[in-house]
């Protein structure tokens, strides 16, 4: 029911262009997945969100089962029913709260106990839980609960959120009964070399059909993000699809690509949306600035998007000051669209031989720079 095939790969790099099968359609690689935490991406349609060419979305277990509760997701048949997408979803086990929601909750090996903070009762969370939470949900893929560590960290701080990682693993991976669900394991381990390569080769001895690396994009240094990078695609298995979480910035990404990793996710294109920011080929414009004002042209002339066949860089400047709700999903459209466009950028560069020309350098400290 999932398989993942390499089309073409970069004989420069490890860059490489898959399919990723799952039950609700193919993922083409590498590949920006849009966020949609409460089962819908912000602002956006599931119509407008297709027409973007996203093929998966992001939804995230924690803030499902506060709102509305996985009971009325599986009763509605499934997050595919419920949200009105029929593509591929993937759904996050929580496991970003225990880091995000550090102040609401307390950790120990069992598990996770958060304080809501909705009503502020107590909600518990293990790996069974966050599995039997996600199998409810329906998404294709399921990513396995672990601890992502603070930035900074001690050595022994990072150690103890490692091994718990690799301990609810062996739960998750005993607790999960769907096989019409892909579980994905996590890499932990933070900036440490050691750590992160002991992780890549745990996790990857479990034969699952994909692998994650989590902890980064936590407030740690962009160097850092790349040495994680580079360190841990090494140890992770060719023939699976791998995961960056929580990156979606352009030169992150190429540099991922270029070692191997296929699927990235990311809040900020509905993020500088909501406040009025358009990403424009690596710049972020503040459409609220009055150098708009009476600027006629395309937000970006050579992008397809709707917002750019359809308005103005006047008309978009007009809807954000006035605080107009489709000047935001203009703009998020346009953003989303942005990075979708990117990623297959470099899918097209890949299979015409021309990735480490077009898409480099990214293994010095200036900045790159894309002919996409």
């Not at 008309?315 to 953003?335: A, C, M, P």
Request: charge should be positive; include cysteine.
């Amino acid at each position: 029911m999932f398989s993942f095939q390499i089309k073409a790969q970069c004989p420069k790099t490890f860059a490489r262009v898959g399919c990723f099968h799952t039950p609700h359609g193919v993922v083409n690689t590498p590949r920006f997945m849009p966020v949609g935490t409460l089962g819908t991406v912000k602002g956006v349609s599931s119509e407008q969100l297709l027409a973007t060419g996203a093929e998966m979305v992001l939804a995230n277990t924690f803030h499902l089962h506060l709102q509305p509760g996985e009971e009325v997701v599986d009763k509605a048949g499934g997050l595919h029913k419920f949200m009105g997408w029929d593509r591929p979803i993937l759904t996050d086990s929580g496991g970003f709260q225990v880091f995000s929601l550090s102040k609401l909750n307390r950790v120990n090996d069992k598990g996770v106990w958060f304080r809501n903070p909705r009503d502020g009762s107590q909600i518990e969370l293990t790996p069974e839980r966050a599995i039997e939470i996600q199998m409810a949900l329906g998404a294709d893929v399921v990513m396995a609960f672990d601890q992502c560590p603070a930035y900074p960290a001690t050595e022994n701080a990072l150690e103890i959120a490692s091994k718990r990682t690799h301990l609810w693993l062996e739960r998750c991976v005993n607790a999960h009964k769907k096989s019409n669900q892909a579980l994905f394991g996590i890499v932990q381990g933070g900036g440490s070399s050691r750590l992160r390569e002991e992780s890549a080769k745990f996790v990857s001895s479990f034969d699952l059909p994909g692998i994650a690396i989590g902890g980064v994009s936590v407030g740690e240094p962009v160097e850092q993000i790349h040495q994680v990078i580079r360190k841990v695609s090494q140890f992770l298995p060719l023939d699976r699809p791998r995961y960056l979480m929580g990156i979606g910035t352009l030169r992150e990404m190429a540099i991922a690509v270029a070692n191997g990793i296929d699927l990235f996710d990311c809040v900020l294109p509905t993020r500088l949306g909501r406040h009025g920011t358009a990403l424009v080929r690596g710049e972020r414009w503040n459409l609220r600035n009055a150098r708009f004002r009476n600027d006629h042209a395309p937000l970006d002339k050579t992008c397809p998007c709707f917002t750019c066949r359809s308005h103005s860089r006047a008309y978009l400047h007009h809807l954000v000051r006035s605080e107009e709700l489709l000047g935001l999903t203009l703009l998020s459209l346009h953003n989303i669209s942005n990075l979708l466009r990117f990623t297959t950028s470099m899918s097209q560069a890949i299979y015409d031989g021309c990735f480490a020309e077009d898409f480099a350098p990214w293994n010095n400290d200036s900045p790159a720079h894309y002919t996409w």
